[in-house]
């Protein structure tokens, strides 16, 4: 058992002050209690309009990272780390990416999705250990995921990845004068006390999980995963996704559902390809190879391929 020398205090870390406008939460009617986490949450939006420029500088070097054969890992514990492990898990049916491009690692392990393992964020070594495992190297991109800053599993991550020159990111709920982090991109989503004091699955996990889908969704659009909104890498793998697929050729190419549906077979269901074949004419081999070549960009290949007749596919 700990001793009360060795418990850190932490009370002056924004993620465990006490919110003036929950004080009576206990007291509230069902109605009043909904409101007033309508009105706490809308500072979750508001905390990720401040830091738009660190987010921004993540999409663009993670991108790059990732073009020159890096890969992106998300380490938290808690309910940080099962948002990092739930964003890396959504990629690859949205974007059709390797399951390896894009992973969460929790403390913990597997176990701790579904069973509440917190006290395995106290390990910095489990951190260090867990990028060792990875082969974490100069190109992948780490992303520390910690409400209040101070989780050691995470700490200890971070410092494994900065050593073994990885790119580095902080994204964390309290300002960085209270706890300071020596990375590439320090992102802060600073919310405010929680409804419940130190209950930061509320505000603090709404505002992570809309900067982590802003993150790998703006890396996957900068990757050529999407056309103009549509998700054009998308793997047909059940029924809804082969309808928006076949919604998406139609929409985009004028075909009526039939020709899309053919269009869709010959291209061994890629829409992607698909299109690309279409406004070119090439053949799924050529346009493999077109789309290699411009790293997976549709409309850079279709510019390209294009460029000395009449424009193709929709501007």
Same mark, same amino acid.
């Given at each position: ?11 002056? !870390? ?18 009043? %209690? ?17 830091? @738009? ?21 998300? /380490? ?7 948002? +990092?492990? !739930? ?14 491009? *894009? ?7 597997? +176990?701790?999705? $579904?069973? =509440? ?24 991109? *780490? ?20 050593? @073994? ?8 709920? /309290?300002?960085?004068?209270? /706890? ?21 699955? !509320?505000?603090? &996990? ?12 703006? /890396? ?5 995963? *999407? ?6 890498? $998308? ?11 076949? @919604? %998406? ?31 070119? &004419? ?15 960009? !549709?409309?850079?290949? $279709?510019?390209?391929? &294009?460029? +000395?007749? =009449? ?5």
């Amino acid at each position: 058992m700990e001793s009360t020398e060795q418990v850190i205090e932490r009370g002056h !870390l924004l993620t465990e002050q006490v919110n003036p406008n929950s004080h009576n939460l206990d007291e509230l009617t069902a109605l009043d %209690m909904v409101a007033l986490f309508n009105q706490e949450d809308a500072q979750a939006i508001a905390a990720v309009a401040a830091a @738009r420029s660190a987010l921004a500088e993540a999409i663009e070097r993670t991108a790059v990272a990732l073009r020159q054969g890096g890969r992106l890992f998300y /380490v938290g514990a808690g309910t940080s780390g099962r948002l +990092g492990v !739930l964003d890396a898990a959504e990629c690859p049916p949205t974007f059709c990416t390797p399951p390896e491009l *894009v992973q969460g690692i929790i403390a913990g392990g597997a +176990g701790a999705l $579904v069973r =509440s393992s917190e006290d395995l964020e106290d390990r910095a070594e489990d951190g260090m250990e867990a990028i060792a495992h990875r082969q974490i190297t100069a190109l992948d991109v *780490v992303v520390g995921i910690s409400a209040g800053g101070t989780t050691p599993f995470v700490q200890g991550a971070l410092r494994a990845a900065r050593q @073994r020159g990885a790119t580095t990111v902080m994204m964390a709920c /309290v300002p960085a004068e209270q /706890v300071p982090c020596e990375v590439d991109i320090d992102i802060r989503l600073l919310v405010g006390p929680e409804i419940i004091a130190g209950s930061t699955r !509320l505000k603090a &996990g709404t505002a992570t999980k809309l900067a982590l889908n802003i993150l790998s969704t703006g /890396v996957m659009v900068k990757l050529g995963k *999407v056309y103009g909104n549509r998700m054009v890498d $998308v793997a047909v793998t059940n029924k809804k996704l082969h309808d928006r697929a076949l @919604r %998406m050729l139609q929409d985009l190419t004028d075909l009526n559902r039939e020709a899309a549906a053919f269009l869709l077979e010959k291209s061994g269901r890629r829409v992607k390809l698909a299109l690309l074949m279409h406004w070119t &004419g090439v053949d799924a081999e050529t346009g493999d190879r077109l789309l290699a070549e411009h790293h997976g960009n !549709l409309r850079q290949a $279709v510019r390209i391929y &294009g460029a +000395g007749g =009449s424009e193709l596919g929709p501007r």
